[in-house]
């Protein structure tokens, strides 16, 4: 997701706030990830346009994004978190385990396990961006993945 497709500053604006220019440059350091970036390529990329902004600002500004919903991150394994600008609504991604293939799915195909988890549970789902892991049709049947079929 570009973030030049929508107007994110009206849309900063339209919630009382401006983007200032450290924050500019974190959208264009996300963007440049051109779907999932991690932190220290964020750092590189801020770092290398604007040597000036240190680490707590990069930290500050990446906590601002999430919480206005410019910017949604996602844990796809543990400690292994990506980042990317959010758009217009929510989406999801399934991921393989195996070949790391990423296949993007819009919010309507989780929309009834979100309704019945929040009858069934009283629970309502942050689900803004989710990954799911698991393996694709290609490695399901490829025989030298068939250790994955039945891990967690």
């Known amino acids: 997701m570009s973030h030049?497709?929508?107007d994110y500053v009206a849309f900063l604006r339209e919630r009382g706030y401006r983007m200032t220019p450290q924050r500019q440059i974190m959208m264009d350091a996300i963007c440049e990830?051109?779907?999932?970036t991690t932190l220290p390529e964020i750092m590189e990329r801020v770092q290398h346009k604007a040597p000036a902004i240190n680490q707590a600002t990069v930290y500050r500004s990446l906590h601002f994004l999430l919480n206005t919903g410019l910017?949604?991150?996602?844990?796809?394994?543990?400690?292994e978190v990506f980042y990317e600008i959010?758009?217009?609504?929510?989406?999801?991604?399934?991921?393989?385990?195996?070949?790391?293939q990423e296949i993007e799915i819009d919010?309507?195909?989780l929309a009834a396990l979100q309704i019945e988890i929040q009858q069934r549970y009283g629970f309502t789902i942050d689900a803004n961006h989710l990954v799911l892991t698991g393996l694709c049709a290609h490695c399901q049947a490829d025989s030298s993945f068939p250790h994955l079929l039945h891990e967690n």
């Open 4 to 6: 030049n497709t929508w």
């Open 33 to 36: 990830g051109e779907g999932h």
């Open 71 to 79: 910017i949604v991150k996602a844990e796809v394994a543990p400690g």
């Open 86 to 100: 959010a758009g217009r609504s929510p989406h999801h991604h399934l991921l393989c385990r195996a070949c790391h």
């Open 107 to 109: 919010s309507h195909a």
